[in-house]
Nanobody
Framework: QVQLVESGGGLVQAGGSLRLSCAAS????????MGWYRQAPGKQRELVAG???????DYAASVKGRFTISRDNAKNTVYLQMSSLKPEDTADYYC????????????WGQGTQVTVSS
């Protein structure tokens, strides 16, 4: 059983920073993709940033230059450093892990709330 445990959300003023962490445990295939999604009230869940086990990254246009995703493969942990936060970054942030070996395996964290006040 794979579990993802997120931490690091909270309330911050516009212009501030937060760092999210997500630790994965269980039987995890070495070659995988970890990412952060977010969902604001009334909106669809969207990919914020993702990183492969090889270190390739991808970012939503809205966060490029402000957010940085990184990972520690030895700890199966992914991080999201968020800087220059804006009120529109307010959302529930979800960690995601997936890999494909024959079938595709998808796992989600429970979510952590990020609120940016103006």
């Amino acid at each position: 059983q794979v579990q993802l445990v997120e931490s690091g959300g909270g309330l911050v003023q516009a212009g501030g920073s937060l760092r999210l962490s997500c630790a994965a445990s269980g039987s995890i295939f070495r070659s995988n993709f970890m990412g952060w999604y977010r969902q604001a009230p009334g909106k669809q869940r969207e990919l914020v940033a993702g990183i492969t086990s090889g270190g390739s990254t991808d970012y939503a246009a809205s966060v490029k230059g402000r957010f940085t995703i990184s990972r520690d493969n030895a700890k199966n942990t992914v991080y999201l450093q968020m800087s220059s936060l804006k009120p529109e970054d307010t959302a529930d942030y979800y960690c995601h892990l997936h890999w494909t070996v024959g079938a595709t395996y998808n796992y989600w964290g429970q979510g952590t709330q990020v609120t940016v006040s103006s």
